[in-house]
């Protein structure tokens, strides 16, 4: 079988911080009954977009006492059979970390909001930037960066706004409206908590597939004479409906 051989005194990999968008499951409750019912909604809003995706568990809005009451490997089980790949924790306690340790996890340092830490690198995941909202608004997110083939980008809450484009086989999703200020080329997943009224915005259409609220649109069922061209998306009657702008 072919081979590289391996210079005299070259480096066989490289080690090194990256910076990779992941999935933070924010427990807010210790009912896992009610985390697995309403997890197992949320990802059949948008099924493929929520597949063999990593994942982070976080403590960071729990109390002591609740967080104490949560079985991590009972919730490790949740989050697998709705297949997420879960890959560490944040917070919790002492007890948990050993129990993370025991079922392969990694335990991350818990920042405030429940999301753990993400290292800095120039060359790695678009860092999103929050935008300023006017008081009682949902805070939006904008990315300055492009997002590439592979990458995938999930806020919590509010709209997400790329200022460049979006590459085949990447991912962006936001609970409100999607903008992209340049070609749209992977999946874009608008309304993921069910809004009706989320929309998709972009200035050249070229996505593998649109969704909203859990309603899906393919590139083949896209209208031909709306191809490359600027669109908005709605949801309207069950459908998705692709406009010119």
């Known amino acids: 079988m072919p081979h590289s051989v391996l210079k005299a005194g070259g480096a066989a990999f490289d080690l090194k911080g990256s910076a990779f968008t992941i999935l933070v499951l924010t427990l807010r409750s210790s009912d896992l009954d009610a985390v697995a019912e309403q997890l197992a909604e949320k990802v059949r809003q948008a099924p493929d977009f929520f597949h063999h995706a990593p994942l982070v568990i976080s403590f960071g809005h729990l109390d002591e006492d609740a967080a104490e009451r949560v079985d991590l490997a009972l919730l490790t089980d949740i989050v697998r059979m709705q297949g997420f790949i879960p890959v560490g924790i944040a ?29 800095e690198d120039p060359a790695g995941e678009p860092e999103p930037e929050p935008a300023a909202e006017p008081p009682g608004r949902e805070p939006s ?24 484009s979006v590459g085949s086989g990447a991912e962006i999703a936001a609970p409100g409206n999607i903008h992209v200020y340049g070609a749209l080329r992977g999946r ?6 069910g809004s009706q009224t989320a929309r998709i915005f972009c200035q050249r259409l070229e996505a593998e597939l649109l969704s909203i609220a859990g309603a899906h649109l393919v590139s083949e069922d896209f209208p031909a004479q709306l191809r490359s061209k600027a669109v908005q998306v709605r949801l309207h009657g069950g459908r998705l409906h692709v406009m010119a702008l």
Do not use: M
């Not at 919790?92 to 999301?115: M, P």
């Not at 919590?156 to 200022?163: F, I, M, N, P, S």
């Not at 874009?188 to 908590?193: D, I, L, N, S």
């Open 91 to 119: 917070g919790g306690s002492e007890e948990q970390k050993k129990q993370a340790a025991a079922l392969k996890l990694a335990a991350l340092a818990a920042r405030a909001g429940g999301r753990p830490p993400q290292d």
């Open 141 to 164: 997110v904008i990315i300055t960066e492009p997002v590439r083939s592979g990458q995938s980008v999930v806020i919590a809450q509010g709209d997400l706004t790329v200022l460049a």
């Open 188 to 193: 874009a997943f608008a309304g993921c908590e």
